[in-house]
């Protein structure tokens, strides 16, 4: 029976070291710390928010200007031209001032 509970004891104690181990790893403590301090959760939120905001300003500004160039190179000015002309003289007829 001696037999037994040592062997289950060893590999209680394993199984405790490796949960242990895969706590640390995870970084769980500090987890809970963050989650037991609203502020600073917020002040986390608004950082990354703030950050993801102007990641997608500059990569839709990047986008749009590879986009024009594109497009840029493809069409003539004049024909592009002659569209916005088009499109602010069909405004203006709607709005009564032609």
Same mark, same amino acid.
């Given at each position: 029976m001696a037999e037994v509970t040592d +062997?289950? @004891?060893k590999a209680l *104690? *394993? =199984?405790v070291h490796k949960l242990a181990t895969n706590m640390e790893k995870m970084k769980l403590a500090e987890y809970v710390r963050l989650l037991e301090s609203?502020? =600073?959760l @917020?002040?986390?939120?608004?950082i990354s928010g703030v950050a =993801?905001? @102007?990641g997608i300003g500059v990569g839709f500004a990047v986008l749009s200007a590879v986009i024009i160039?594109? @497009? +840029?190179s493809m069409v003539t000015i004049p024909v592009i031209g002659s569209v916005i002309a088009q499109i602010v003289e069909i405004v203006q007829i709607r709005l009564g001032t032609y």
């Open positions: +062997k289950s @004891l *104690e *394993e =199984r609203p502020w =600073r @917020l002040y986390v939120n608004f =993801r905001g @102007l160039y594109i @497009l +840029k």
